[in-house]
């Protein structure tokens, strides 16, 4: 099956410093990798997500680049505020059976501080 | 308001004792799904289900039991609860795209739960 792995597990950054969140994933027939926010106790909410026909996608201050070669993809927040503070997940989507039946594997989570 | 809702919000049992969280989703979505969140091992699957009907086992499905038996309704069983299941359970749904693959999962709001 799918295996999500999620770099680093911490992360702290100076505010207005960029943040880099790295995952990687074992199933080259994976095609959606989307990045959920999870503020603390709140339920994960989307941010952002790639498709595999997609190397990059922008939306404001966050950006997902993704590697189907090296089967990688990796979250960007420039110029980071203070309500950037959150867990972040990555996840990727596999197919898993001939029927449509499908999966989406999270990756452990990356707990982002901003510093003021 | 589109939404999927979850009850109880938090829950403190005893080994053995038979439960049932509640899942519901007001947005008409296909897939209905799941997950267990615990420190260090990020959101992880328990089951999922593409249409009424229609479930499957996820990463983590030992100890528990679903049914669909309406689209909006996705409940989450325990027939006897073990302590190693005290955890923070998160439902989601997802409409399906014209190809009939997920997008966006929304997330319920989560359940606390406690076996003692």
């Known amino acids: 099956g799918e295996n999500v792995e999620q770099h680093p597990s911490t992360l702290s950054v100076q505010e207005g410093d960029s943040a880099v969140i790295k995952c990687t994933y074992s199933?080259?027939?994976?095609?959606?990798f989307p990045w959920y926010k999870q503020e603390l106790g709140k339920r994960p909410q989307l941010i952002i997500d790639i498709r595999s026909n997609v190397g990059e996608k922008k939306d404001q201050r966050i950006a997902v680049t993704l590697n189907k070669t090296a089967k990688h993809f990796s979250l960007h927040i420039t110029e980071t505020q203070p309500e950037d503070s959150a867990v972040y997940f990555c996840a990727a989507r596999a197919f898993i059976s001939n029927f449509g039946n499908e999966k989406l594997t999270f990756g452990t989570g990356t707990r982002l501080t901003i510093i003021p | 308001e589109a939404q999927v809702t979850q009850n109880p919000r938090y829950l403190i049992t005893v080994t053995g004792k038979k439960l049932t969280v509640t899942c519901s989703q007001n947005m008409n979505h296909e897939y209905m799904s799941w997950y267990r969140q615990d420190p260090g091992l990020g959101l992880r699957q328990i089951y999922y289900s593409m249409n009424v009907e229609v479930t499957d086992k996820g990463d983590v499905p030992e100890g528990y039991k679903v049914s669909r038996k309406e689209k909006r309704n996705f409940p989450l069983i325990l027939e006897s609860p073990s302590p190693n299941q005290t955890s923070l359970y998160f439902c989601a749904s997802s409409p399906l795209g014209v190809q009939g693959f997920t997008d966006t999962q929304y997330f319920g709001p989560g359940t606390r739960l406690t076996v003692l």
């Open positions: 199933d080259s027939a994976s095609n959606y």
